[in-house]
Structure formats: C-alpha cells, structure tokens
C-alpha cells in the first residue's frame, strides 16, 4: 500500500484559494478513479472534482465552508502499488462450480454495475443543498442520470410524491426548537462577501425614471402571436437589452470594468451583458457576450439559455463571469423602485421594476398606458450624476419608441 496526496488544483480565473462546498466522500471510503469526490467554491460557481486514483479515503483537508490553497493537499487516498496489484492478479480465483461460474457471470453484467458504491449519492452540490433544506435523504430518492445520479428533476419528483413533513435530523431539530441556525457557506457566503464589498467600496448613485412602454408592449404581443404555440415567447428583457446595447456606445463611461489593484478604468466597446438570475443557490449572474451584435430572437435565446443553465447549476465558469454592466430584473415582483447594487467590477446596473396599467396625463387627457419603471444604479467614481441621467433618459426613448431598437 502506498499514499496518493492529491493537491487542490487550479481551478482558473487567478484563484489562489477555494471553499470547501461540498464532499461527497468521507474517511474510509472506496473509490474509483474518476468518482467524484468533492466540489470547491470559486467566486463563480461551484466545481465538482473528480478522484485521480482509485482507492482509500485516508484524511479529508477540512470541513464544509473551509478554504484551501491552491496546491494545498485536499485529500489522500491508500491506493494498491502497482507490484501488489500484480500479484492479485495473477492469484488464481478459488475453482467454482459451473452454477456458481454462470450466476458470477450474470451477476457482473447486471445493472448494479453501473451503480455507485453502496452508501455513495452521486449528485450535484446544488441538489444537495436543496435536500438539505427540505429535509430529504437523498438515500430515499431514486436517481435517473448516469451511474444513478440524482438529478433536479428526480428530487422534484420524490418531493411530489411525498410532500409529508422533512425527514431526519432536520425534522427532529424544528421539532425541538422555533430557531433554525444557518451556517453561511458556499455561494451565500460568496453573494454576501461581494454584496458588502460592493456597498463599502461604491459611491452608489441611484436614478429612477418611469418609462411609457405601452408601444413596446403592442409589439412584443404582436411578435409573439406570429409564434407557433411550441415556440418561446418573447419578455421584455430581450428589449431592454437590445436597447441598451444601442444607447452605450455614446455613454461608454458606463460600459466599464474598474480595476482598483491597478487603478485603471477599462471601456468597452461590446456589450457583454450580465443577466442576474435568482437560482436555488442564490444571486448569479450569467453572462451574454457580444449582446450588441445579436438580433432580438438570438439575444432572447441566449438570455434563456444561460439563465436557465444557471439556475440548473450546469453554467459553465466563462459564462458565469465577464460582464460589462449588468440587468437586473424582478418581474411582476419588480414593485415600484428599488436601487440595485452594483456587480463588481463593473460601474453600472439596470434595475427593472414592475409594468403596470397606471392613468397618466396626455395633452391634456387622463388616459390608461402601460408604465415601468426603471431604477439603475452606477458608480458615482466614474459616472457622474449628468451622465447617468442622460444615458437613461437615451434608453427611455428607444423603449418609448420602439422601432428605435432596430435602427443602427
């Protein structure tokens, strides 16, 4: 026997430490090269790591919500030398009677082959959490995926066929007790970390304007009753992105990364566009790049596709990371204001807030448009409060005046 020291790796985006989010082994187990083993935290998502030898769990570097160095050791295993693996090899196996030879046979082509270790779940970090805050045991739960992993879906449906009350230690823990004490880890830790980052170092100037997007919304309809029933549907966000992406070229102070190591403020001519999207997780927010070169339809396809991938744990890093200014939107939760913090590093945030029917004065006359409005936040550093409202205000006009958008 001999040990396997495996050291945290690389895992990019010039880390040089990362949270324990989750292990999915513990001391004295068995696995197998390629078994996942545990996932780390970076600023961005979580990344599941996977066994590089096959053998025994001997030490695990830390507990959940620990932080590791990158080359630090994460965990050792006991693995077999290869001479030893030899001599087991070329030990002949007991002599077996020919039923005993045939049901062996059977045996080693059944599914249970393809299954996990017996006490092992193979599932992702976020579906471990979400078990955890309804109180599943994920031993109960039947998985679906490859080698039996649990997937999303598989616990939804376990939830719906027993809603009863959580199972385990969680339920005897609110039965004992009205106070339910949450360790803050993984990707909350991170949002709050970023969150308190943001609000101490940003001179945060917030700007509201109502916006008549009564237009804007006889359009969207019109353009989705053209839809065939099994085609998605367009939102507003598609809109207001496309938008915007035609107004930040003349505002470019907005468009902008600050680097405050460095003290360089960068602009940029694309737009890649950050999409904050709630998820079981948490705040994340996923990026379109180059959202200024889209159409409506690719620009509505990319917002849906990497916001669903985040919300389903499958973004990959590079989607989660790079954006240049940021939308953030409630939907018909959206109220009326509200005063969005800023992603860092960038210099700007979108907030949209609720459309509703309002009565509003025209030439006179009190008539019923359909009225949003729109709170953003921008970095009182490099933003001054002129500009902002100007930029805005671009932005008003391309939403009251939609044919606007797709002038060039």
Not at 50 to 68: E, F, K, M
């Amino acid at each position: 026997m001999s040990e396997y020291v495996f050291n945290l790796p690389d895992l990019g985006e010039g880390l040089v430490e990362a949270e324990i989010a989750e292990w999915m082994v513990k001391v004295g187990d068995q696995v197998k090269e390629e078994d996942p083993i545990g996932a780390m935290l970076t600023d961005k998502a979580a990344v599941e790591l996977s066994a590089p030898v096959s053998g025994r769990v001997v030490s695990l570097a830390g507990d959940v919500g620990d932080t590791i160095a990158v080359g630090s050791p994460m965990i050792v295993f006991e693995t077999v030398d290869e001479q030893q693996a030899d001599n087991e090899e070329v030990a002949a196996p007991p002599v077996l009677g020919e039923s005993a030879t045939l049901a062996n046979a059977a045996n080693d082509v059944t599914p249970e082959a393809a299954k996990p270790p017996s006490g092992k779940v193979l599932t992702s970090p976020s579906v471990r959490r979400l078990a955890r805050e309804t109180g599943i045991d994920l031993t109960r739960v039947a998985g679906s995926g490859p080698r039996g992993r649990i997937l999303r879906s598989d616990l939804t449906a376990h939830l719906s066929r027993d809603p009863a009350a959580p199972e385990g230690p969680q339920a005897e823990h609110e039965a004992a007790s009205d106070i339910t004490e949450i360790k803050v880890i993984g990707l909350r830790r991170k949002i709050a970390e970023r969150m308190s980052q943001a609000n101490r170092e940003i001179p945060h100037f917030a700007y509201v304007e109502e916006v008549d997007i009564t237009a804007l919304e006889s359009l969207r309809q019109h353009l989705n009753s053209k839809k065939a029933a099994t085609e998605d549907k367009l939102t507003l966000l598609p809109f207001i992105g496309l938008a915007l992406t035609r107004v930040l070229p003349h505002f470019p102070q907005c468009n902008a990364l600050y680097d405050s190591e460095r003290n360089i403020l960068s602009q940029h001519r694309p737009v890649h566009l950050g999409i904050a999207t709630q998820t079981p997780d948490g705040l994340k927010v996923p990026v379109v790049r180059n959202s200024e070169a889209r159409s409506l339809e690719d620009l509505a396809g990319e917002i849906r596709r990497v916001s669903i991938a985040a919300r389903e744990n499958t973004a990959k890093r590079e989607e989660l990371m790079g954006s240049t200014i940021t939308i953030t939107s409630l939907g018909k939760y959206g109220g009326i204001a509200s005063t969005p913090v800023i992603n860092l590093p960038e210099v700007a945030i979108i907030g949209v807030n609720n459309a509703v029917q309002r009565p509003v004065v025209i030439d006179g006359q009190v008539v019923v448009r359909r009225m949003m409005n729109l709170s953003s936040s921008f970095d009182h550093r490099f933003v001054d409060g002129y500009d902002a409202a100007m930029m805005i205000q671009a932005l008003k006009e391309k939403l009251e005046q939609p044919a606007t958008i797709f002038i060039t």
